[in-house]
């Protein structure tokens, strides 16, 4: 039954935006409840008041995105409220209700079909069964279901086969056909806040798809070819799943620019996502204890603009990460980081990708990656000749000296102090100390 809407509440709903869905909100509420169960576990009455308010501090921030889906359901459901109070029908006639739904539907399928339509769009309805008339319109080109109570997707659904997108987010759906393989037009596909464990290994067939939407599932594995077949994919959003890993496979599409694996339970990723050459955003946050690691090749992604790696349990950023010249934002927010030190993060992201450059092309750490370098340099050595270290120090006018190689012997005491003075404050500002190893016989 359709409502008779006051004329002043119908710009409400373009400011609300898309209504998040059952499964999202569920996902929503069942993450909001680990984040108090896992602050309740960390025995908080036993820390000191500052470790306290920081834990409490950084809980608060991660509730956040996930109390903007409660608070933007119940702005929808707060409207669903006020057109049953506009109304001049009442709305406890279920039965007629149902009869409205499917006289509407059928007359929108006649009507589509007549007119020979390529898009054809039946949303928030409640609609709990797609009619087999719907499948024999074989010159649609988008088909949108969305937001309904939709628990089956006929296996008819392959005879679209001009079908160029596909929507059928926020429904019931606990699988999807084979048949969908035969639609090998597709280019767009959202199937997002369903219940879906897998996706029908028949999907690889849909060789022109571009864009993939999975989010909000219960997805765990991936289809073994995926990579293989699907090489024009350039959007993929698989966020709140149950993923644990991606397939070798995942180095074969080559033309994927934005990947978006947050809130999941990925352990790890495979060595060929530094094949992804192409790609351009990289969400990895938010999958927790699972992500310790991140594989050298990481390194190999020259396009990245976009890294977040927030929310996981990585220790040691590979330094291959100091190559990725064209990166813009580095996100790491709450992960125990040792490499690089918390002073190089705390300076800039610029510090952290030169800190990484350094490790890699060195094989030892900088004292200041973004402000100054100490490196060793060996070279080989003569015999019957004594080895010298010595110091480079750059000319500096606020302390007063040009500048130039100083010798330093391992007794030279005050050497010793001067780098221990360097140390702790960083004497030499913005310059260069470097090292190399001289051959001489004379005393210092």
Same mark, same amino acid.
């Given at each position: 039954?359709?409502h008779k809407v006051d004329?002043?509440?119908k710009?409400v709903?373009?400011?609300? @935006?898309s209504?998040? @869905?059952?499964?999202?909100?569920e996902?929503a509420?069942?993450a909001?409840?680990?984040?108090d169960?896992q602050?309740?576990?960390?025995?908080?009455?036993?820390?000191?008041?500052?470790k306290?308010?920081?834990?409490?501090?950084a809980a608060e921030?991660?509730k956040?995105p996930y109390l903007?889906v409660?608070q933007?359901e119940?702005l929808h459901?707060s409207y669903?409220d006020l057109l049953?109070?506009?109304s001049?029908?009442p709305?406890?006639l279920?039965n007629? $209700?149902s +009869?409205?739904?499917a006289?509407e539907l059928?007359k929108t399928?006649a009507s589509?079909?007549?007119?020979?339509?390529?898009h054809f769009e =039946? *949303?928030?309805?409640e609609? &709990?069964?797609?009619?087999?008339?719907?499948?024999s319109?074989?010159?649609l080109?988008?088909l949108?279901l969305s937001n309904?109570?939709l628990e089956v997707?006929?296996?008819e659904?392959g005879?679209?086969?001009n079908?160029v997108?596909?929507n059928?987010?926020?429904? &019931?759906?606990?699988?999807?056909?084979e048949?969908?393989?035969n639609?090998?037009?597709?280019k +767009?596909?959202?199937?997002?806040?369903?219940?879906?464990?897998a996706l029908?290994?028949?999907?690889?067939?849909c060789s022109?798809?571009v864009e993939?939407?999975?989010?909000f599932?219960q997805?765990e594995?991936w289809?073994p070819v995926?990579g /293989?077949? %699907?090489?024009?994919?350039r959007?993929l959003?698989f966020?709140?799943?149950n993923l644990?890993?991606?397939p070798?496979?995942f180095g074969?599409?080559? $033309?994927?620019k934005?990947l978006?694996?947050?809130n999941?339970?990925?352990?790890?990723?495979p060595l060929?996502?530094g094949s992804?050459s192409?790609l351009?955003?990289?969400?990895l946050?938010r999958?927790f204890?699972?992500? *310790?690691t991140?594989p050298?090749?990481?390194?190999?992604?020259?396009s990245?603009?976009?890294? #977040?790696?927030s =929310?996981?349990? +990585?220790?040691?950023?590979?330094p291959?990460?100091?190559k %990725?010249?064209?990166?813009?934002?580095l996100?790491l927010?709450?992960?125990?980081l040792?490499?690089p030190? &918390?002073?190089?993060?705390e300076?800039s992201q610029?510090?952290?990708?030169?800190?990484?450059l350094d490790l890699?092309?060195?094989?030892v750490?900088s004292?200041q990656?973004?402000?100054?370098?100490?490196?060793k340099k060996?070279?080989?050595r003569?015999? @019957?000749?004594a080895?010298?270290? *010595?110091l480079m120090?750059?000319?500096?006018?606020?302390?007063d000296h040009?500048?130039? /190689?100083?010798?330093v012997?391992?007794?030279n005491? /005050?050497?010793r102090? =001067?780098?221990?003075q360097?140390? *702790?404050g960083?004497?030499m500002?913005?310059?260069?100390l470097r /090292?190399q190893?001289?051959?001489?016989?004379? #005393?210092?």
């Amino acid at each position: 039954m359709t409502h008779k809407v006051d004329p002043e509440l119908k710009p409400v709903l373009s400011l609300l @935006g898309s209504r998040p @869905g059952a499964q999202a909100v569920e996902a929503a509420k069942q993450a909001l409840a680990r984040i108090d169960s896992q602050i309740s576990a960390n025995g908080v009455g036993e820390l000191p008041m500052a470790k306290i308010e920081a834990l409490q501090e950084a809980a608060e921030k991660e509730k956040l995105p996930y109390l903007a889906v409660i608070q933007l359901e119940m702005l929808h459901q707060s409207y669903e409220d006020l057109l049953k109070k506009s109304s001049n029908t009442p709305s406890s006639l279920p039965n007629s $209700e149902s +009869i409205d739904l499917a006289v509407e539907l059928e007359k929108t399928i006649a009507s589509a079909s007549t007119e020979k339509l390529e898009h054809f769009e =039946f *949303c928030g309805k409640e609609l &709990k069964n797609i009619p087999r008339s719907l499948m024999s319109i074989t010159c649609l080109s988008s088909l949108n279901l969305s937001n309904n109570q939709l628990e089956v997707v006929p296996s008819e659904i392959g005879d679209l086969v001009n079908l160029v997108a596909l929507n059928v987010h926020s429904n &019931k759906l606990k699988s999807l056909p084979e048949s969908i393989g035969n639609l090998s037009k597709l280019k +767009i596909l959202n199937v997002s806040g369903n219940l879906l464990k897998a996706l029908p290994e028949n999907l690889s067939s849909c060789s022109e798809l571009v864009e993939l939407n999975a989010n909000f599932n219960q997805l765990e594995t991936w289809m073994p070819v995926f990579g /293989w077949k %699907l090489v024009k994919l350039r959007k993929l959003e698989f966020q709140f799943n149950n993923l644990v890993g991606l397939p070798e496979s995942f180095g074969h599409l080559k $033309e994927l620019k934005h990947l978006d694996l947050r809130n999941n339970h990925l352990r790890g990723l495979p060595l060929s996502i530094g094949s992804l050459s192409h790609l351009e955003t990289l969400d990895l946050s938010r999958n927790f204890s699972n992500l *310790c690691t991140l594989p050298d090749t990481i390194g190999n992604l020259a396009s990245l603009l976009t890294l #977040d790696l927030s =929310f996981n349990q +990585i220790r040691e950023l590979p330094p291959a990460l100091g190559k %990725l010249k064209n990166l813009k934002n580095l996100m790491l927010d709450q992960n125990p980081l040792v490499v690089p030190p &918390k002073r190089v993060i705390e300076h800039s992201q610029e510090a952290v990708l030169a800190y990484l450059l350094d490790l890699l092309e060195n094989g030892v750490e900088s004292k200041q990656s973004a402000v100054g370098q100490i490196r060793k340099k060996v070279s080989p050595r003569s015999p @019957g000749r004594a080895s010298v270290a *010595c110091l480079m120090i750059p000319g500096n006018p606020r302390h007063d000296h040009a500048g130039g /190689w100083v010798p330093v012997r391992p007794g030279n005491t /005050w050497m010793r102090s =001067f780098l221990g003075q360097f140390m *702790c404050g960083g004497l030499m500002g913005g310059n260069t100390l470097r /090292w190399q190893e001289h051959h001489s016989d004379d #005393d210092y």
